[in-house]
């Protein structure tokens, strides 16, 4: 699946009247052989899905977050000198928010006796396979970012004409949405994409600060 489906550009569309399943927990992994970004993530009321990520589907969602990031903050009406440390600052909470509770999740699984005879988590060949095609963001009045994706169904766009399905919203948090710009360019320098990002109020990521698992879980 190198040849992107219908060879037609990720957008970042207006919102339509689609409903969305929604979803609180994305896991993102890079895979060499298909050279996307692979999210994972289980919706409710319905299956879970895979979304596959090109290169610029990853940048249009970094690009877009990124510049919801001052009026996600309140900043918006601040000058935007001042917008660097308090940027800086409020993704360095954030991420030290994510590493305690990666450190409960884990801490819960290891006192959880009843995991052994738990059922794995269902096969990729079982799941629906998606390429992303749009994206949607809309910041709501609660200082949440929602983004909701549609796709084209793998590997039956690639062959036959397929409409674009809506795959999932999820609402994110100020701290959700530096969690997961945190993720994305961690996989994006795994991937040696070398995306052309202006990023001056984030530091180089450690590889102690990448989320634990590939995981962002909304709240």
């Known amino acids: ?83 660097q440390e308090v940027l800086q600052m409020a993704h360095q909470q954030a991420m030290q928010a994510k590493t305690e509770a990666d450190k409960t999740v884990a801490a819960a699984k290891q006192t959880d006796a009843g995991d052994a005879d738990k059922p794995g988590p269902a096969s990729d060949e079982k799941q629906s396979i998606y390429l992303a095609t749009e994206l949607t963001v ?40 530096h969690q997961l710009i945190e993720l994305l360019i961690v996989k994006c320098q795994e991937a040696q994409w070398h995306l052309p990002l202006d990023l001056p109020w984030l530091s180089p990521p450690a590889a102690s600060s990448a989320p634990t698992g590939g995981v962002v879980l909304a709240h």
């Not at 001052?70 to 000058?79: G, Q, V």
């Open 138 to 177: 809309q910041v709501n009045r609660d200082h949440r970012l929602t983004l909701a994706f549609r796709g084209l169904r793998m590997p039956d766009a690639m062959t036959e004409a397929r409409p674009h399905q809506p795959l999932l919203a999820i609402p994110l948090t100020v701290d959700n949405v």
């Open 1 to 83: 699946m190198s040849t992107e489906a219908a060879n037609s550009p990720p957008t970042s569309a207006p919102a339509k009247d689609q409903t969305y399943p929604l979803s609180q927990k994305l896991n993102v992994s890079f895979s060499a052989l298909e050279d996307r970004l692979i999210v994972r993530a289980d919706r409710m009321q319905t299956e879970p899905v895979i979304m596959l990520f090109t290169r610029r589907m990853t940048l249009l969602v970094l690009q877009q977050t990124i510049a919801r990031l001052p009026e996600l903050s309140a900043l918006d009406k601040t000058p935007s000198a001042y917008w």
